[in-house]
Structures are given as structure tokens and as C-alpha cells.
């Protein structure tokens, strides 16, 4: 119970991601019908993922564009990592069903029962509008 406490404070302490485990976020997203943006990162050592954070998921219109059909679960690989060995352990289960070649940052659009339905390895400094785009291309193209 003690890790999944320190989950939740490490969780809700990456800005704009959603707290609790992705298995609630998912729950949360097929209730709201929404889809989930996986965000893996290594907030103190991976300088694009620092820019991702940056340009892309603090930028206002992002925000405010993915507000009604998204929520954001980020996964954080920090170098000096204070999680629990059971926080730690999660955050590699999680990594090794949607991220197990390790790229950083990564990006996947998944719909609430956990299907990819779209990733983005890398980020090479593009705007948060471009982003978005391609995300909700990527999201049109799912609808039935």
C-alpha cells in the first residue's frame, strides 16, 4: 500500500498526468470515453524528453485541445529514482508491454482498453501544433 501511495504522489507530481495506475487510467478513460497518452520519459537525464515536456505537453493549446478527449499517464525512468522497489517493478511492467525497446521519449496513443493505436519514438523539436496534428489524425482514424 506504501508504494502504490508514493506511485500516486510521484505520478501526480509530473504536471499534466494523470494520477493513479494506468490500469485506472484506462478504466477512467473507457467511464469518460476518452483515449490515454502513455508519455515514457527519463525527466532527469533525457534531454528531448525534458524538451517533450516542455514544448509539447505544458504548451496551453495542447492542454486545452487534448483536455476533453485525452488523459496523459507518464511513466518516469529518472536517473535517481525514489520509488520503491514495487514502484519500480511497475514501472517496468508497464514499459515492457509498451515500450520494451527502452526509447526515450515515447509516445503512444492508446484507447481504454489499452490498444495502441498510434507511437511516436524520439522527439526532434517539432511544435506542439504539429504534435497535435498528428495525434488527432491518429485519433480520427480509430473512430467508427
Not at 501544433?129 to 491518429?138: G, K, N, S, V
Request: hydrophobic share 35%; charged share 25%.
Amino acid at each position: 500500500m506504501k508504494s502504490i501511495i508514493a506511485l500516486y504522489i510521484f505520478l501526480s507530481s509530473v504536471g499534466p498526468s494523470h494520477q493513479g495506475t494506468l490500469e485506472d487510467t484506462l478504466t477512467e478513460a473507457k467511464k469518460e470515453n476518452k483515449q490515454v497518452l502513455l508519455y515514457f520519459s527519463g525527466s532527469d537525464w533525457c534531454l528531448p524528453c525534458i524538451k517533450f515536456k516542455k514544448a509539447i505537453l505544458n504548451d496551453p493549446e495542447f492542454k486545452s485541445s487534448t483536455q476533453a478527449s485525452t488523459l496523459i499517464y507518464q511513466v518516469d525512468f529518472p536517473r535517481n529514482d525514489t520509488s520503491d522497489d514495487e514502484g519500480i517493478a511497475y514501472k517496468k511492467q508497464i514499459a515492457k508491454r509498451y515500450n520494451p525497446e527502452g526509447s526515450f521519449p515515447k509516445v503512444l496513443l492508446l484507447d481504454s482498453g489499452g490498444n495502441i493505436l498510434w507511437e511516436k519514438d524520439g522527439y526532434k523539436n517539432e511544435s506542439a501544433e504539429i504534435f497535435l496534428q498528428r495525434m488527432q489524425t491518429a485519433q480520427l482514424s480509430e473512430k467508427p
